[in-house]
């Protein structure tokens, strides 16, 4: 039952969209009907500037954190803690609250795997760092440097079944973003 209460709870937690609040307080405007129309933080600073950016990946970031910190404090195994993280995902992505249209999960995802496995970040930084100076894509490499999260927690002695699923929760952060894949590497073979 507590699994059951955790998952719900972490759909839903997933449904404030930060972007959207940061901006009704910043400009009492609505974020979907700015700029590319997500309520997350890339399209956030471009309409509102750098605070509105940094205040939405913080608090969409903690929101992914806050997930997977209250299922360890509740006593939660990996599984259920990366299974958390996917709903918060899906929450954030699908948000009943505003009618299944939320944002594509970057920041959600990068605090709840900072906050799964602190060595994350150095894989995030890592890749990006390697993949940016080949691609010119901010949004390529940083995707790149997702893909290499569950290579590195199998180097890290994690079990498959925290592997896989983290397989899955990048998968579905790559499936939200396949339009922008295929857009940024269109304009990358194009220019060769």
Known sequence: MLIYIYLLAAYFLGNFLTGFFIVRLLGKKDIRQEGSGNPGARNAGRTHGKLAFVLTFLGDALKGALVVLAGEYAGLGQEILLLGLGAALVGHIKPILFRFRGGMGISAFIGGMLAFEPLSTLVIVAGFLI????????????????????????????????????????????????EDIRERFDKMFSKS
């Open 131 to 178: 993949f940016y100076p080949l691609t010119k894509s901010f949004t390529i490499a940083g995707l790149i440097s997702f893909i290499l999260i569950p290579i590195s927690f199998f180097f890290l002695g994690y079990k498959l079944l925290p592997i896989f699923i983290t397989v899955l929760l990048v998968i579905l952060i790559l499936f939200v973003h396949a």
